[in-house]
C-alpha cells in the first residue's frame, strides 16, 4: 500500500526540484544577459513583446520576477498586436495579463490582409509581415513612452540567424541581444540571449502558458531556417554544448583571423619586430579554437571589456 502512495508522492517531489532548478537556471541567463550588455536602467518603462507563443511568455514571466528583486526600479508594459489573423482568440492575452496583474495594450491593426493581398499564393508571407509588425511596434512603443523594447529571441535563434547569414548571405552578421532600432529612436533587448529553446518549452509546460498557435496564419516558417534549427538540434543532441559554444564565439570576434577590410589592416599591414605571445600560431595544426567538450562545459560568460 505504501509503496503505491509514494510514488506519486517521489514524482511530485522530483517535478518540484527539476522546476526549481529550471527557474534558478533561467533567472541567472536572463540576469547575466542584462547585466553583461547593460540592458535595463533605472527609470526604464520597457515594453515587453508579447505574441501568445512561449518565448515571449517566458520573458515576461521572468522579467516580472526578476523586477522584484531589481536593484533598480523599472516599469514593464505588455503589448500584443493582433495581426486579425482568422481564429486569433483575442481573449486570451488579456484574461492571462489582467490576471499577472501587468498594465498591457492590445494593438489592433490587420495586417494579415494586407499581406495576404501583397504575398503571392505559396510564397511565406513572413517577412513582410514581420516588417509590417516591426513599424507598427516602434509606433505603439513611442506612444507608449517606452524606453526599451523587449523581444523573447533566445539563444538558438542568434545562433541560426548567424548560420543563415553565413550560408545564405556571405556575412557573419547575427542577431544583437541590444541593438538600436533602424528607426534610430528606440533600443532593442533580447534578455533570453543566452537561455535555450528547450527551456523555454519545458518552462512554458511547467508554468502552463496559454500558448496561442503561430500558425493561425497559414504561412510556413522559411524553409532553410526550418532546416537549420533541425540542424542545430541535431549537433546539440550528438555534441552537448555546441550552440553554447557558437554563441560565446559571437561575443569573441578575432578580426585579424577573418577576412574583413573594413576590420583589420591587412593591406597594410608589416612586420613589427616585436614577438607578440598571444598572437598568430599561423602553422599550430591544433589551434585553439577547437572546442572540447571540457570547454562545451564552461558557462556562458562573454568578455565584453
Ligand atoms: S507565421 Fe504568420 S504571423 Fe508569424 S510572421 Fe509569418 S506570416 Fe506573420
Known amino acids: 500500500m505504501n509503496s503505491v502512495t509514494e510514488l506519486p508522492l517521489r514524482d511530485t517531489r522530483k517535478q518540484a526540484f527539476e522546476a526549481n532548478k529550471l527557474s534558478k537556471k533561467l533567472h541567472r541567463q536572463v540576469g547575466q544577459a542584462i547585466a ?15 505574441s501568445g507563443g512561449k518565448d515571449s511568455y517566458a520573458l515576461l514571466d521572468i522579467l516580472l520576477s526578476l523586477r522584484e528583486r531589481a536593484p ?15 481564429g486569433f482568440p483575442a481573449d486570451v492575452l488579456p484574461r492571462y495579463l ?5 498594465p498591457f495594450h492590445i494593438e489592433d491593426q490587420d495586417t494579415y490582409s494586407i499581406v495576404k493581398k501583397l504575398v503571392p499564393e505559396g510564397q511565406t508571407m513572413c517577412s513582410l509581415c514581420s516588417r509590417l509588425r516591426r513599424g507598427i511596434l516602434y509606433r505603439v512603443a513611442s506612444e507608449l513612452g517606452a524606453t526599451k523594447i523587449a523581444l523573447g529571441h533566445h539563444r538558438d535563434d542568434m545562433v541560426v540567424t548567424l548560420l543563415m547569414n553565413m550560408f545564405f548571405g556571405g556575412r557573419m552578421k ?5 541593438l538600436a532600432s533602424d528607426d534610430g529612436r528606440h533600443v532593442v533587448i533580447r534578455p533570453l540571449a ?7 518549452e519545458r518552462w512554458a509546460e511547467h508554468r502552463q502558458f496559454p500558448i496561442i498557435p503561430c500558425t493561425l496564419c497559414g504561412s510556413q516558417d522559411d524553409l532553410q531556417r526550418v532546416q537549420i534549427r533541425a540542424m542545430l538540434r541535431d549537433w546539440e543532441r550528438q555534441y552537448p554544448g555546441r550552440s553554447d559554444n557558437m554563441l560565446r564565439a559571437m561575443g569573441h570576434v578575432v578580426p585579424s583571423h577573418l577576412m574583413d577590410g573594413k576590420l583589420h589592416p591587412f593591406r597594410t599591414l608589416k612586420a613589427t619586430g616585436i614577438a607578440d605571445p598571444a598572437g598568430d600560431k599561423a602553422f599550430d595544426a591544433d589551434d585553439d579554437g577547437c572546442a572540447t567538450p571540457a570547454a562545451a562545459a564552461v558557462p556562458i560568460r562573454l568578455d565584453l571589456g
Open 98 to 102: 489582467r490576471e499577472r496583474g501587468v
Open 174 to 178: 547575427g542577431m544583437p541581444p541590444k
Open 72 to 86: 533598480v526600479d523599472f516599469e514593464l508594459v505588455a503589448v500584443n498586436l493582433d495581426q486579425k489573423q482568422p
Open 194 to 200: 543566452y537561455v535555450a529553446e528547450t527551456d523555454l
Open 36 to 50: 553583461d550588455f547593460n540592458m535595463v536602467e533605472a527609470g526604464d518603462k520597457i515594453m515587453v513583446c508579447l
